[in-house]
């Protein structure tokens, strides 16, 4: 690579970064602006967390006898699944209202818009967790193995949340506007509770819970049972013994596979 290239490069990542940034600025002050809907987003996991340990806690069954301890993993990351669903909505919104267009008229760097907006979308979810584990301490869950791997499940719970972005920026794009959002409810919420998030995939039928082991939730949610040192349930398959290999391996897979197509249809935009 000689001089003149590196310099180029170097020029190039430089206003690619500076743009992300200018991007990433404008999605965060929107939320600003708009604190009700931040309020209300991250009040509606704090009041499913509440719901399932109190109102219907005392009627489960969970393995090693603490539901509360259960569940608040599988809580964490049916957030960060649940999250596709505001991308895919402000992406779509973005696309039907003109403004993707008009970003694209400016002199941004293409993957500026997208690259800031799934910035701001992790900040959201870090944000998230930090409340929900507010709350899981409040109601009695722990982590029980020391910081540092209770650092490393939460950072398997933001590369999941990292994946699902670009899927909800890919989604968003081809969808037809903001309404489509019942499209991804439909998808998203059977994808959610059909893992190990909520119950046992062994009390369900053979071949549901085999369906429920291999779903990349669960992988996560397994995974972070595991560090964080809480009871999960004792499964002898590949998937349950190789949990921490698919945490990373799926969100690498959903990355691999919707940040190109997620490229590809913005620049295809007309």
């Given at each position: 690579m000689t001089a003149a290239t590196l310099r180029r490069t170097t020029a190039t990542l430089r206003w690619t970064a500076v743009d992300a940034w200018t991007m990433t600025v404008r999605e965060l002050e929107?939320?600003?602006?708009?604190?009700g809907a931040l309020i209300a987003a991250l009040a509606f996991p704090v009041m499913v967390v509440l719901m399932m340990g109190y109102l219907f806690g005392g009627q489960m069954e969970a393995p090693g006898g603490n539901y509360r301890e259960f569940?608040?993993?599988?809580?964490?990351?049916?957030?960060?699944?649940?999250?596709?669903?505001?991308?895919?909505?402000?992406?779509?919104?973005?696309?039907?209202?003109?403004?993707?267009?008009?970003?694209?008229?400016?002199?941004?760097?293409?993957?500026?818009?997208?690259a800031g907006r799934c910035a701001a979308d992790l900040v959201d979810a870090v944000l998230g967790?930090?409340?929900?584990?507010?709350?899981?301490?409040?109601?009695?869950?722990?982590?029980?193995?020391?910081?540092?791997?209770?650092?490393?499940?939460?950072?398997?719970?933001?590369l999941l949340r990292a994946s699902l972005v670009w899927a909800g920026v890919w989604l968003g794009l081809v969808a037809k506007g903001p309404e489509s959002v019942?499209?991804?409810?439909?998808?998203?919420?059977?994808?959610?509770?059909?893992?190990?998030?909520?119950?046992?995939?062994?009390?369900?039928?053979?071949?549901?819970?085999?369906?429920a082991e291999?779903?990349?939730?669960?992988?996560?949610?397994?995974?972070?049972?595991?560090?964080?040192?809480?009871?999960?349930?004792?499964?002898?398959?590949?998937?349950?013994?190789?949990?921490?290999?698919?945490?990373?391996?799926?969100?690498?897979?959903i990355t691999a596979v919707s940040l190109p197509l997620a490229v590809r249809r913005y620049r295809r935009l007309s």
């Open positions: 929107r939320r600003v602006r708009r604190p569940i608040m993993p599988g809580m964490f990351a049916l957030t960060m699944a649940f999250g596709l669903e505001g991308t895919f909505t402000a992406i779509a919104a973005d696309a039907s209202r003109g403004i993707t267009d008009r970003f694209r008229a400016l002199p941004l760097s293409a993957s500026a818009p997208v967790l930090a409340v929900m584990a507010l709350c899981g301490l409040a109601i009695g869950w722990r982590w029980h193995d020391g910081p540092v791997r209770a650092l490393a499940g939460f950072g398997l719970l933001l019942m499209v991804i409810q439909v998808l998203v919420w059977p994808v959610g509770f059909l893992s190990s998030a909520m119950i046992d995939p062994s009390t369900m039928p053979g071949w549901l819970g085999a369906i291999w779903n990349p939730l669960s992988a996560t949610v397994t995974a972070c049972r595991g560090l964080f040192g809480q009871p999960g349930w004792e499964s002898h398959s590949w998937p349950g013994t190789h949990a921490l290999a698919l945490a990373v391996a799926w969100p690498l897979v």
